[in-house]
């Protein structure tokens, strides 16, 4: 099994910065991927930004500029940086990984932007 917590989430203001962490323990041997995805109220969940292991990283056009996703892999941490937020990044924010045992999600921390 494979364990992911989040932390870092918040409430802050348009144009502010939030920097999300996700840990991972357990049975993470082989990890081919980690990433974040997000979910606002009646929506799909869509990808953010990942972080494969060789470090190359793919995010979603509406953070491109925005957002910097990084990996520190003697910790198995996976860190999202967000600055200049926009109310339209208001959503609960899920790190998931992926292995050879198969995709895993984290419960999600809530990024509450006001205008």
């Known amino acids: 099994q494979v364990q992911l917590v989040e932390s870092g989430g918040g409430l802050v203001q348009t144009g502010g910065s939030l920097r999300l962490s996700c840990a991972a323990s357990g049975s993470i041997f082989s990890i081919s991927a980690m990433g974040w995805y997000r979910q606002a109220p009646g929506k799909q969940r869509e990808l953010v930004a990942t972080i494969n292991s060789g470090s190359s990283a793919k995010y979603a056009d509406s953070v491109k500029g925005r957002f910097t996703i990084s990996r520190e892999f003697a910790k198995n941490t996976v860190y999202l940086q967000m600055n200049s937020l926009k109310p339209e990044d208001t959503a609960v924010y899920y790190c998931?990984?992926?292995?050879?045992?198969?995709?895993?999600w984290g419960q999600g921390t809530q990024v509450t932007v006001s205008s």
């Open positions: 998931a990984l992926s292995n050879r045992g198969g995709d895993y």
